[in-house]
């Protein structure tokens, strides 16, 4: 079965434009995590949907967003990148809505860099 | 509010030789605790977990971690360490939140081993 996938592995980007991220959760989790990792630090949550519907946000600005698809898979924008905004952006699957009563699945993540 | 602190940034031990990894965590009620383990590149892969019960859990890889209370510490163990131990590994608490998934990480520990 393959695990969560994201899209894509790498990406440059320029201050103040605007970034899509993507993960397919593993089949049949309705649940998807997005998580930030900055170089030199544990992961930060940044959102989490269930079903179509936001379940929790965390302490990130606006112009991070996200949504969940019909078919479970997800999308994290982040608009107006600035040079803060460079990290790894890990998606997380698991197949209930409180996702730290079941495991957690991780992908291998997008490495983002704003110059 | 609510944190994990991981007081070693980075620890060498020798193939074959004893490790433990240090945790504390900030939270007033029991939490939700794990332990991942990240390779270079690569997410994050959960090790064990503790919910209730048996203070003293086991998970993959023969790892092993005790919940203790008094301390708010969930150290985690292993009796012998093998090259491939080598990553980071990441002390987690979760429940902190009744409305969401949100995992609280450490900042880590990095492990080296030495041949």
């Known amino acids: 079965d393959a695990g969560v996938t994201q899209s894509p592995t790498h990406l440059i980007k320029t201050r103040g434009q605007h970034v899509t991220l993507r993960c397919s959760p593993i089949?049949?989790?309705?649940?998807v995590s997005w998580y930030q990792q900055v170089l030199g630090q544990g992961p930060q949550f940044i959102f989490q949907?269930?079903?179509?519907?936001?379940?929790g946000r965390g302490n990130f600005p606006d112009r991070f967003s996200a949504r969940q698809f019909p078919n479970y898979s997800s999308e994290l924008n982040v608009n107006a990148l600035l040079l803060g905004d460079s990290a790894l952006y890990l998606c997380?699957?698991?197949?209930?809505?409180?996702?730290?009563?079941?495991?957690?699945?991780f992908g291998n993540g997008t490495r983002l860099t704003v110059t | 509010a609510q944190s994990v602190t991981q007081p070693d940034i980075h620890i060498t031990v020798s193939e074959g030789a004893s490790l433990e990894l240090r945790c504390n965590y900030s939270?007033?009620?029991?939490?939700?605790l794990f332990w991942y383990v990240q390779s270079p590149g690569q997410g994050l892969q959960l090790l064990l977990k503790?919910?209730?019960?048996?203070?003293l859990v086991q998970g993959i890889k023969g790892f092993e971690a005790e919940f203790k209370r008094s301390q708010s510490s969930f150290n985690l163990r292993k009796p012998s360490v093998h090259w491939s131990d080598a990553a980071e590994y990441f002390c987690?608490?979760?429940?902190?939140?009744?409305?969401?998934?949100?995992?609280?990480f450490g900042s880590g520990t990095r492990l080296s081993i030495r041949p």
């Open positions: 997380a699957s698991s197949s209930r809505a409180i996702s730290y009563n079941s495991p957690l699945h």
């Open positions: 089949s049949g989790h309705k649940s």
């Open positions: 949907y269930y079903e179509k519907e936001e379940r």
């Open positions: 939270y007033g009620a029991t939490p939700y």
């Open positions: 503790y919910f209730s019960g048996d203070t």
């Open positions: 987690a608490v979760g429940g902190v939140d009744s409305s969401a998934s949100k995992i609280i």
